[in-house]
């Protein structure tokens, strides 16, 4: 029971127009990707759905409740991990619940039953700069829904990873989310990661950015590993490819 | 293992420079290039070291104790500082410059000043001290704290944290670094503030006995006294390294 859903949302900087008249809707256990070029206002759009900027025009609603330009409510994943360096893994996935008012101790407890999950275990006592870059974005994502059960943002929080690392945070990700049934907008510039992971893609396109298509990916989940190599995901590809190049 | 092998070699090198220094020292001294009574020999001034050794240690008691006191207060007040013009701009922009020209005063003007404001006693001393540490500490903390990740503090608030929360959780802990590093100066200059505030009225510490000698001419002591206080400010600097050693420990080998 937890959706989200952005109504008519534009936003300018310096009289410039970023985003103009976005609407979204993001069902319970969904994963929708919003697919756009580098610049085209997918990070303003985040931070008006987070709440940390109030759009010029349009609303956020969270489960019917408008959450327009209130943060605390939403919280997000970037590329860039934001592990505190100094807070082991373990204080650092509970930093939410902390900031939530629990107490040290019983927010250590709950987010220990987790790190199995997330496939962190043994990390919990480390510091994030022992950990590689795929183990830090697993617990980026971990403290994002130690945050939040209902709905994340994620901005492209597999692009700074290389090839092979981003392919088997693929696998890791799609089978996690199985597990928690996360509703997950999730940002990307990636063609590729976005048929491969979402239900639904939206388009957004153009300067001031708007969506301009709304693609389906009916391939059932849980997605066999090689989805990435077949006909339809091709088909899929070469759909948003046509679309991207002429709006 | 490396790194260890390094760090050695780089010892090895710094004492070998000592010794070659020491060695020359010796020789110009004891070849009477120098006149004895002005440069005594390394010898000389070990020895007045050991002989003056009772009332050197009375003396680094209460310099060190003014020291300390003094540190800790200007530790406070120039924390304070940074808390304070970090979190109200308006004060900010009204007391920074007035702090960076306090420091454009020689602690040496405004001793004599402060001795006959407060007396002889241990007074004047500290306020110095507090004076030339509270600056190093004020400027490093809150360059700490203004460098702090805007994208974590962002993350921070969407997640709902409050201003005191994200100085908590991101600026306080982020700026540890900088405090330490600001600290080992102020612990420097301490012991220099300290030493100087004596040699303009006072009853003990090592300036009044650094005074003391000069009126004498024994420059063997005078000597033994110079070492001694720069010992002291390295063995502050020490106990701060180790002390950020044990604070930070997710810092530990981090140049691997």
């Given at each position: 029971m937890s959706e989200l859903v952005v109504k008519?949302?534009?936003?300018?900087?310096?009289?410039?127009?970023i985003i103009q008249d976005i609407n979204i809707t993001l069902h319970d256990g969904e994963l929708v990707c919003l697919l756009g070029m580098s610049g085209g206002g997918k990070t303003t759009l985040f931070n008006v759905i987070s709440g940390l900027t109030v759009p010029d025009e349009g609303e956020v609603f969270l489960d019917g409740e408008e959450i327009t330009g209130k943060p605390g409510k939403i919280s997000y994943m970037l590329q860039k991990d934001l592990l505190l360096p100094y807070r082991t893994i373990e204080d650092n996935v509970a930093l939410p619940l902390l900031i939530k008012g629990m107490k040290k101790k019983e927010a250590r407890a709950s987010v220990a039953a987790y790190f199995q999950e997330f496939g962190l275990e043994g990390t919990e006592k480390k510091y994030p700069r022992q950990l590689s870059g795929g183990m830090r974005q697993r617990a980026a994502l971990?403290?994002?829904y130690m945050f939040s059960r209902n709905v994340a943002l994620l901005d492209e929080p597999f692009s700074a990873l290389d090839t092979i690392t981003k392919g088997s945070m693929h696998k890791w990700y799609l089978n996690i989310m199985?597990?928690?049934?996360?509703?997950t907008l999730f940002i990307t510039h990636d063609i590729d990661e976005a048929v491969l992971l979402s239900d639904r893609i939206y388009l957004l396109t153009g300067s001031p950015g708007e969506i301009t298509h709304e693609i389906v990916i009916k391939e059932p989940k849980p997605r066999k590993g090689d989805f990435n190599l077949t006909e339809e995901f091709l088909a899929y590809k070469r759909r948003i490819l046509e679309r991207i190049g002429e709006p | 293992m490396k790194r260890k092998l390094q760090s050695i070699t780089f010892r090895i090198n710094t004492v070998a420079a000592i010794a070659v220094i020491l060695v020359i020292w010796q020789t110009v001294s004891a070849?009477?290039?120098v006149p004895g009574y002005m440069l005594p020999s390394p010898v000389e001034v070990f020895w007045a070291f050991v002989r003056e050794f009772p009332l050197l240690m009375e003396n680094s008691r209460v310099t060190l104790l003014e020291a300390l006191i003094g540190l800790l207060c200007g530790v406070g007040v120039g924390f304070v500082m940074a808390v304070l013009m970090d979190r109200f701009e308006a004060l900010y922009q009204a007391f920074y410059p007035l702090v960076v020209l306090t420091q454009t005063i020689p602690t040496v003007a405004i001793a004599p000043l402060l001795v006959l404001w407060f007396g002889y006693e241990m007074m004047p001393k500290i306020i110095l001290i507090i004076i030339a540490t509270f600056f190093p500490i004020t400027v490093g903390v809150l360059e700490g704290f203004r460098s702090a990740d805007k994208d974590t503090m962002n993350l921070l608030r969407s997640m709902g944290a409050t201003k005191f929360q994200i100085f908590r959780y991101v600026k306080l802990p982020g700026a540890m670094g900088q405090f330490f590093s600001s600290l080992r100066i102020s612990a420097a200059y301490s012991v220099v503030g300290a030493v100087i505030s004596e040699w303009l009225g006072g009853f003990s510490g090592l300036g009044v006995y650094m005074t003391r000698v000069k009126k004498a001419f024994a420059f063997d002591k005078m000597f033994a006294?110079?070492?001694?206080?720069s010992f002291i400010s390295l063995l502050l600097m020490k106990l701060v390294d180790y002390m950020q050693k044990k604070c930070m420990p997710w810092e530990d080998g981090n140049h691997e």
């Open positions: 008519n949302v534009s936003k300018s900087f310096d009289n410039r127009k971990m403290r994002t199985e597990q928690i049934r996360l509703s | 070849l009477g290039i006294v110079i070492f001694l206080i």
